[in-house]
C-alpha cells in the first residue's frame, strides 16, 4: 500500500474543487481513483449507496464518531489514523470484535490533494492494522472558509462473540481499577504541534487500535465489568462518567498512574493536569479483585499494554464520587471539568 | 415531542460553546437534557461509546451520509429531516427495511442553541414517521469560521428480510424504469432559499422517507432488478451511474419524465436542466416489464408515488449509454455532468 502511487491525477487536481463533492464525472473519478484504489472494492459489486453484509451472528455493537483535529497530520498519526482507531476502541470497549467501518470526509474547497492522499493511505493502514474493512463512505465538499480542511465521521460495527455485559452497571465493590499505559501523550502531541512548542524529544501521540488488547483479557477468561478509552477528558472524565452512571465510588491512587516526565513537564508548562487530558490508546478495565492480578500479567504480555497497571478501586459507598489520594496522601475529590482543556483534539 | 419544550437551558446558554464538545460537564448536560430528551435512552442502558443491538437477521445494509447543506432550514425541510430520510433512502434503495442511525453532530461555535433545537426536533420527527431509532451519537464543536453552522452525518443500519438482489447488474433488456413523482423540487427549493428567488407560490422540498413505498413494492411480490434515489446529480447521474455499472443501454423518454410548471420556470431562469437537479423523495427503480403495470398501481396506490409514471426502458444493446428520446423525436447522449449544478445541496 505504501509503495503504491496514487492512480487519481493528482497533478492535475492538486486541489479540491467544490466540483468533486458535487456527484458527477469529477466525484466518481475521485471516489474510484483514489478511494476504491486504496480500499478496494465494496463487498458487493454494484451496490452504491449501502453495502449489504453477512454477519455471522445476531448480537452486533454500533458506534459513530465525528474527528475535527486540528492540525491534521501530529506526531504519532493523523486525523485517518484517529478516524480508524476511534471507532474502532469505540466498538472495543463493549467488548465487541470490530468489523466493518463507514468512512464519509467533509472537505474544505482547496484542502491539497496530497494531503487527502495521505489521510486515506493512513486510513487504509491503521483499518488494515486494526483488522476492520472500509465498507462504505460518502464524499462532501463545503465552499472555502466554511470548513477547516478536512473532517471525517467514521461509524463502525463490531460483532459481540462472548457472553459479558460490559457496562458501568456492572463495577462492584472492591474491583481492580486497570490502565494499559501512561496518559496524556496524544493531548500534548496535538498541542505541543499546534503552539509549535519544542521539547527535548518529540511527544508522540498514543494513538492506536486497542481491539487486539482487549481481546486478549476477554479471551483470557477475564470478567470484564466494564472499560472505557480515556479520550476526550482523559481519565478523569472516564472514571466520573462510569461512577456515576453505576452510582458508585471510585478511588484513585494517584502515585499509581502513569505519567511520563516529558508529558508531565509539559503539562506544568502548559498549566493542564494530566488526569484531564486526552488520550488515544489508553482504556481503563474494572476487574474482579480476584482476577485482577492475572489481568495485569495478560495486559503487560501485550505490545499495547507493556506499560500496565491498576491505578485504583472501586469502594463499598454509594453515590458517584471519585476520589483522588494524591501523593502525600491527602483525599480529594476528582470532579468532571465543565469544559475543555484542549479543544478539537480528536 | 412537539408539544414537549426542551430541558435544556437555552437561555443560560443561547450559542453553542465551545466547551459543548468539550467532553466535560456541559458536553454531558447538552447530551442528557437535549438529545437524550428528544431520542429517548440507548437501547442498552449505561452503555457509552457505542449501542448494544439485537439483530433478527444476519443480512444488513449499512450505509453513511454526511450532510453539509446551506441553508440549514429551508421550505419542506431542514438539515434534520435530510439527515434521517437521507441515509433511510440510502437503505431502502437496496431493499433494506431501516431500523436503525447512528446521529453525529459538527457544530460551528455560536450556533443558536435554539437552532439546534429546532434540529434535534426535526430529525426526531422524522425518525418517528420513518419508523427508525438514533441509537448512538457524537458531538464536536469547531471554532467559529472553521464550520458552516452544522454539519451532520448519520449512519444505519437496515436489515434485509427478502431474497432479491437489487443492485445494477441485475437489469435486463426490456426493464421498464419507474419514476415515483415530478423531479427538481427540492434543489430549486434550496437555490431559490438561498438565492432569496420569490415565486408565485414556494417550491417546497420532496424530502421524505422513501422506505414505505419501497416495501409496498417489494411485499407485492415485484421483483424489483435496481433502485436508486435521485439525490446530487439528479434522474440523469443516477441512471448513468447504473447504465454504467450494469454495462447496459437506457433509454428515457423526456415527455414522460414529469416536472411541476413552477419547477421547470425556476429552471429555466435559472440554467438548470431539471434532470441533473436533486431530489429527497424520488426514486427510480427498473422491474421487469411483465409486472411494470403492477408496479405502477402499487406505487400511484402509495402517498408519496401518487405522481409516478413510466419514463424509460433498457435497451438490447450493451455500453452504459443513456439516451433521451426529446418531446420532438430526436435522440441525444444524456451524460453525466463533470461537476454539479448546485454545491451543497445535501
Known sequence: ??????????????????????????????INKMFTHAFGPRPESGLHDSTVLDLPVHKIAFTTDSFVVKPLFFPGGDIGTLAVNGTVNDLSMSGARPLYLSLSFIIEEGLSMESLWMVVRSVKKAADEAGVKIVTGDTKVVDRGKGDGLFINTSGIGIIEHGLSIVPANIREDDAVLINGDI?????????????????????????????????????????????DLTRGGVASALNEIAKDAYKAVEIDEASVPVDEQVASACAIMGFDPLY????????????????????EILQAHPLGRGACRIGRVLPENGGLVTLKSVIGARRILDMISGEQLPRIC
Not at 503504491?4 to 467544490?18: H, T
Request: aromatic share 6%; net charge neutral; charged share 20%.
Open 1 to 30: 500500500m505504501h509503495a503504491l502511487s496514487c492512480p487519481f491525477p493528482i497533478r492535475q487536481y492538486p486541489q479540491v474543487l467544490l466540483a468533486h463533492g458535487g456527484g458527477g464525472k469529477l466525484m466518481q473519478d475521485l
Open 184 to 228: 496524556g501523550r496524544h493531548g500534548i502531541a496535538i498541542m505541543a504541534k499546534r503552539e509549535g512548542l519544542d521539547f527535548e524529544t518529540t511527544i508522540e501521540s498514543d494513538c492506536c487500535a486497542l481491539n487486539g488488547v482487549v481481546e486478549s483479557l476477554i479471551k483470557a477468561g477475564i470478567k470484564v465489568h466494564c472499560m472505557r
Open 277 to 296: 487530558v486526552a488520550n488515544e490508546g489508553r482504556f481503563i478495565a474494572f476487574v474482579p479483585e480476584s482476577q485482577s492480578s492475572n489481568a495485569l
